[in-house]
């Protein structure tokens, strides 16, 4: 049992510099039909989360200074 809220904060939190260096914005958001508390697997889903956001923030430029 974990709460979803914090997973996603702890992505945020773990790509929001490297986003950041590339001029991407990150925020989290859990719509209102997302249940807080969750049973299951938390770090698969920490994985997944993970594995969804990456890439855009990889692919994005490096910002211009």
């Known amino acids: ?3 979803i ?3 996603v904060e702890g992505i945020i939190d773990l790509l929001y510099t490297p ?3 590339k001029g991407v914005g990150l925020i989290g958001f ?3 039909g ?3 508390i969750v049973n299951g697997d938390a770090m698969r ?3 997944v989360l993970i594995a ?3 890439p855009h923030v990889s ?3 490096e910002m211009q200074t």
């Open 1 to 3: 049992e974990y709460n």
């Open 5 to 7: 809220a914090d997973i």
């Open 19 to 21: 986003a950041r260096k």
């Open 30 to 32: 859990i719509g209102p």
């Open 34 to 36: 997302i249940m807080p």
């Open 45 to 47: 889903v920490r994985q």
């Open 52 to 54: 969804l956001v990456m």
């Open 59 to 61: 692919s994005a430029t």
